[in-house]
């Protein structure tokens, strides 16, 4: 890539290979920034054209789609206008005529005088129009919602169904606001208070940090880049994690000196965690299916001076061929559909069709059901996803524990949830579904598990 690319290059280029070759935006984004060298206020004003144009992807889709004469369009100039009509529609300190003029000049540039010509005709039409583009007012709520906030019918109609109208609009507006960086700092190294103060020297008063309201170890970081690079990073001062994450590892509480086993542990952020809350006493299997992917838990254990992590390469399904009854607690964040994360990757609910979730299931029963044979009597087993779907979540524990008289769900969950979690929710079935407006954090179902016999 050339490194004289401006941030509206860069963005361009990304959303191209996302609309064209369903790239990973989160990654595409990462390696366009490592190469174009941009200042920190560019990438920075790249990152956000990025996510905001595929967050909203369906609503500057249907502001479009009235300008323009055909949709045989190459894929990097409906990237173009899709860029530019973000900026329009949602940016407002940003000039018009400096959206228009840079859109012109990197049609010209990449195309020729006839695709600047149209991207410029489009354009100006819109901003003619503007004031008088408005939503339809005779749509049902479904539609409504996925318009207004750019999402798919599907996943509106799925919300509505589990949570009801107004909560599943609160998720959708949620899902379009850029989350804030949080970060899991490492007792072993250092305290919160001792980090809070460290990055509030450093990085001066534009910087706001807070300790989070959901883990005594996090703390919420705004108006800073990549903490990734960052010397505390490097040297294990602290693990970048979304709070909601963080409450998974203190329900499952483990002590020192216990036997736990993390089903499905890549990339290690759980994993490390549990780590930590051992105070880096006892062992923990660290098992995944992806062999590659056992990798990062072992560069996670190294960077954080941790020791007790075993990494092994394993189906979850398959690991009760490998061990007997043996684990005190078990972690099983099993495969999912992801749609809790949605703030941090845009592009999910775009990806994503409802007919995941089915397969999801048959996969995270079968999981479920192998792993809690490795459960000791009097154990614990925590199910967790990074999804808001009853299917994936209350449904598969509900029946798991219906189809096995030894297990119940555990109501001391409520014992290892901080104050902030037991008073907005319901704790006492032993399960909790975090939504993202909440506590401005990832969507998280966690559930307590507990072998009686």
């Known amino acids: 890539m050339n490194k004289k690319w401006t941030a509206r290059e860069v963005s361009l280029e990304v959303l191209t290979k996302v609309d064209k070759e369903k790239a990973y935006s989160n990654l595409q984004l990462n390696q366009a920034l490592k190469e174009a060298n941009l200042s920190r206020v560019d990438a920075n004003f790249a990152t956000e054209l990025i996510y905001g144009t595929i967050q909203h992807l369906n609503t500057i889709d249907w502001i479009l789609q009235p300008f323009l004469k055909t949709n045989k369009l190459e894929s990097w100039v409906r990237s173009l206008l899709r860029l530019s009509v973000y900026q329009l529609w949602y940016l407002d300190r940003v000039p018009v005529h400096a959206i228009v003029n840079e859109a012109v000049n990197l049609a010209k540039k990449k195309g020729h005088k006839g695709i600047a010509s149209l991207v410029n005709g489009v354009l100006r039409n819109i901003i003619r129009n503007k004031d008088q583009i408005r939503f339809p007012t005779d749509l049902n ?47 072993l190294k250092i305290t919160r208070d001792e980090m809070m103060e460290k990055i509030k020297e450093e990085l001066g008063e534009d910087t706001e940090v807070l300790p989070s309201p959901l883990s005594e170890q996090g703390i919420r970081v705004k108006g800073r880049g990549n903490l990734a690079l960052t010397h505390w990073y490097k040297d294990g001062y602290f693990t970048i994690q979304d709070e909601s994450s963080m409450l998974v590892a203190h329900v499952v509480d483990p002590k020192p000196g216990m036997f736990v086993l993390d089903a499905a542990a890549a990339p290690g952020g759980k994993t490390t965690h549990l780590a930590e809350l051992m105070q880096n006493q006892g062992k923990i299997i660290a098992a995944d299916l992806h062999k590659h992917k056992i990798k990062l838990i072992e560069e996670q254990q190294e960077r954080l001076d941790l020791h007790i992590i075993e990494t092994l390469h394993s189906d979850a399904r398959k690991i009760k061929e490998q061990f007997g009854q043996v684990f005190d607690r078990i972690l099983l964040d099993v495969p999912c559909s992801g749609l809790g994360v949605i703030r941090r990757k845009p592009d999910l609910k775009w990806v994503k069709a409802e007919t995941d979730i089915e397969e999801l299931t048959k996969i995270q029963k079968d999981i479920l059901k192998n792993v809690s044979l490795l459960l000791k009597p009097g154990g614990i087993l925590v199910y967790s996803t990074c999804t808001m779907t009853t299917e994936e979540n209350q449904k598969i524990v509900g029946e798991f524990i219906e189809q096995h008289s030894d297990f119940r769900l555990d109501q001391q969950i409520a014992n290892v949830l901080p104050k902030a979690i037991n008073e907005k929710l319901d704790t006492r079935q032993g399960m909790i579904q975090i939504l993202p407006h909440y506590f401005d954090s990832d969507g998280f179902f966690i559930s307590r598990i507990l072998r009686i016999k």
């Open 141 to 187: 709520d479904v539609k409504r919602i996925a318009l207004e906030h750019s999402h798919p019918d599907w996943l509106v109609e799925r919300l509505i169904r589990d949570y009801g109208i107004e909560e599943a609009e609160e998720v959708c507006r949620s899902n379009n606001i850029a989350p804030h960086t949080s970060i899991r700092v490492n007792p």
